[in-house]
């Protein structure tokens, strides 16, 4: 600053000091004044987000998923076990079952002859299953079946694919039974008149001539159209 004075001119000097935030900045005086920056300048730090909240949200989360997850499995258990029940009733009753009502033991323990008309009953309803692992099972492992188109074997596998071929090539196909008989001088055999039916307007009257054997397994099948 200049100071005019009977004497003459005079310069003073003056150091200003001016806080801001409680740091101390210096302006110097002369012919200009400048601020000269303050050392270790940082910006103020960011504030900081609720660590409670976020520690509270989390857990919150973390339950709601559990829940959901353990619902989501409740209802695939259920619908398994469902599917499960729905399976078992339209399956037909299995081998062991059908061959241990169709079969009789006398007093010494030893096997009479079966039930052929029982064990029949029971082929013809897993025929209309179109089970090729069912049908299979209700053959001897040596077993024919013989019908208007050939004769198939030895074995009950090229048996029961052959019947696949049938149910493959007519989707609708299925068999009611007209009569069973037995053949008094064959206990193991019984004699099957049916109706293949084809689809709506095709019909076919069969046949089938049915061997057993001990276990009450198919060992031979002949088939003859009768119309």
């Given amino acids: 600053l200049k100071e005019k004075s009977a004497t003459g001119n005079r310069n003073h000097n003056i150091a200003i000091v001016v806080r801001y935030d409680s740091v101390p900045y ?5 012919h200009s004044i400048a601020l000269s920056p303050p050392p270790n300048q940082h910006h103020p730090p960011p504030l900081k987000k609720n660590s409670f909240s976020n520690r509270q949200s989390k857990p919150s989360i973390m339950s709601a998923m559990i ?3 353990t619902r989501a499995a409740l209802i695939i258990l259920s619908l398994v076990a469902l ?3 729905s399976a078992i009733r339209r399956r037909p009753p299995s081998l062991r079952q059908q061959q241990s009502s169709a079969t009789t033991t006398n007093v010494s323990g030893s096997t009479m002859a079966v039930d052929c008309i029982k064990l029949t009953e029971k082929y013809f ?3 209309n299953t179109h089970d090729v692992s069912w049908i299979q099972a209700l053959h001897a492992a040596t077993s024919t079946l013989t019908d208007w188109d050939g004769s198939h074997g030895p074995t009950n596998i090229e048996v029961a694919s052959s019947i696949e071929g049938v149910w493959k090539a007519v989707p609708e196909v299925h068999i009611e039974i007209v009569n069973i008989s037995t053949m008094e001088d064959k ?9 293949m039916i084809v689809d709506a307007t095709t019909t076919m009257k069969v046949c089938d001539v049915i061997d057993y054997d001990e276990s009450g397994r198919v060992v031979a099948l002949n088939a003859h159209k009768t119309d």
Avoid: D, R, Y
Wanted: charged content about 15%.
């Fill in 26 to 30: 210096e302006i110097s005086t002369g």
């Fill in 67 to 69: 829940h959901f997850l």
């Fill in 83 to 85: 599917l499960q029940t």
């Fill in 125 to 127: 309803e897993v025929w």
């Fill in 187 to 195: 206990t193991n055999t019984c004699v099957a008149n049916i109706k």
